[in-house]
T-cell receptor, first 116, second 110 residues
Framework: GAGVSQSPSNKVTEKGKDVELRCDPISGHTALYWYRQSLGQGLEFLIYFQGNSAPDKSGLPSDRFSAERTGGSVSTLTIQRTQQEDSAVYLC??????????????FGEGSWLTVV | SQQGEEDPQALSIQEGENATMNCSYKTSINNLQWYRQNSGRGLVHLILIRSNEREKHSGRLRVTLDTSKKSSSLLITASRAADTASYFCATDREAQKLVFGQGTRLTINP
């Protein structure tokens, strides 16, 4: 596709429910990132996928958060038993190769999650 | 802790004036990038400066990097109302992921 696509754009869920957020990266991009941004704050790194390598999960805030990337393309971020503090924008990004080679990353428009 | 810290947190200027935003970081880097974000949605890449570069230009943007002080600045010249946005610096401290600062909220008053 032309850009990184995320769905849903907005999600309101009840506390305790599970949610799934989807990211479709730019075709051919091997690296995929998930970030979280609370209102008025900076971006918090969550997880990074690069090709077939084991993902870097060092940013996941708790074991309620998990992510997978199937077939090296689409990724799903799952939040189980959502809490109000999970309310944020979840941003997905992709890049052609790893950042260390000087690549920029391309962001989707994000998924606004509100836990009530 | 945040690798990149921008200051000021918020900046409000008149259209036509220049806007300067600063970013400091703590550890050595390969590259530093600046991104722009409108209304809390996706970020858009503005400019990348490598650790062996001191200054870079792109249109009305000028970025400097001082690795001895571990700081960078973003200058927007002849600001326009459309420049109103949040601006973030990001560093590749850990090579495989970008670490973002808290951002500077820039408001250009017509």
């Amino acid at each position: 596709g032309a850009g990184v696509s995320q769905s849903p754009s907005n999600k309101v869920t009840e506390k305790g429910k599970d949610v799934e957020l989807r990211c479709d990266p730019i075709s051919g991009h091997t690296a995929l990132y998930w970030y979280r941004q609370s209102l008025g704050q900076g971006l918090e790194f969550l997880i990074y996928f690069q090709g077939n390598s084991a993902p870097d999960k060092s940013g996941l805030p708790s074991d309620r958060f998990s992510a997978e990337r199937t077939g090296g393309s689409v990724s799903t971020l799952t939040i189980q038993r959502t809490q109000q503090e999970d309310s944020a924008v979840y941003l997905c990004a992709s890049s052609p190769r790893s950042i260390g080679t000087g690549n920029t990353i391309y962001f989707g428009e994000g998924s606004w999650l509100t836990v009530v | 802790s945040q690798q990149g810290e921008e200051d000021p947190q918020a900046l409000s200027i008149q259209e036509g004036e220049n806007a300067t935003m600063n970013c400091s970081y703590k550890t050595s880097i390969n590259n530093l990038q600046w991104y722009r974000q409108n209304s809390g949605r996706g970020l858009v890449h503005l400019i990348l400066i490598r650790s062996n570069e001191r200054e870079k230009h792109s249109g009305r943007l000028r970025v400097t990097l001082d690795t001895s002080k571990k700081s960078s600045s973003l200058l927007i010249t002849a600001s326009r109302a459309a420049d109103t946005a949040s601006y973030f610096c990001a560093t590749d401290r850990e090579a495989q992921k970008l670490v973002f600062g808290q951002g500077t909220r820039l408001t250009i008053n017509p």
